[in-house]
């Protein structure tokens, strides 16, 4: 998944999107949609906006339209259950949604004998969790009915967030400068999305959002929690994951055809993110493609 500003991602006869994933190298982006991100195994690291969660197994984090969300370099493969749904699919009651946000993204789960399980916190996630599996189950499954059914879960889910206090009044100012914070991204990634492929200087990116760039590297890393370079770094790793699965391109060709000026910047800045080499990448995913 690319890092921009994510349209038309669900059939708009049924906005609602079920998979399964342990990819963990998608930068920094955004979309209108609501995600629901249930962690099966391992641990897993997610920035939203200019916070920064880790999950554990069974812990549910929920990402809000308009979120800047990322996962964190990790080299274990995450397996998690993504829903996504626009809140047009709640017709009336979409504004419980879009002019809300949540008090807490992530909804931990409570060891049975943790001093968190005697709160109510482990009849909030009991809850929640409850109505994410039978959604589950029912997409699945894909009964005749099923998506009057996954309609009746969410509507479930909604009246939750909502009895379960977990969303909160945005204050107007700072709806107001979300939104143009979007906008400034937005042309950001669509440059870099245009560019990476070729030498970029902070300079040029500075000027692709009208800042300064003593502004920029600011307005950027409070945004995303990463400096723009780090950002472009992954772009070009992502789009270099791709080549080395999906193509026989020699590594020095996929190096110079993501933006990278040298072998040896690609080498490092391929294992400080993915902590193996390109070539060992490849390798595994050979394998992957054998079994």
Known sequence: ????????????????KFYITDVTEFPPHWHEEIEIVYLLEETLQVGINNEVYTMEPRDILIIG???????????NQCRRIILMFNPAIFEAFAEELTEKKLALPLIKYPEPKSELSKTNSVNQHHLIEEQILAIIKEFVHSKNGYQLVTKARLYDLLAL????NLLEEYNPQEKSNHLKKLE????????????????ITLEE????????????????????????????NNYRISKALRLLASTTDPITEIAFKTGFESIKTFNRVFKQI??????????SMSNLSTK
């Open 274 to 283: 993915k902590a193996c080499s390109p070539r060992q990448y490849r390798n």
């Open 161 to 164: 967030l909502i009895r379960l």
């Open 65 to 75: 339209m308009g979120d800047i969300h990322y996962y964190l370099n990790n080299s």
């Open 205 to 232: 990116a500075a000027t692709a959002a009208n800042f300064s760039l003593y502004y920029f590297t600011r307005f950027f890393k409070d945004a995303t929690g990463m400096t723009f370079i780090n950002y472009l």
């Open 184 to 199: 400034r991204l937005e042309q950001v990634f669509k440059f870099v999305k245009n560019n990476y492929s070729r030498p």
């Open 1 to 16: 998944m690319d890092a921009w500003h994510e349209r038309k991602m669900l059939d708009e006869k049924f906005p609602f």
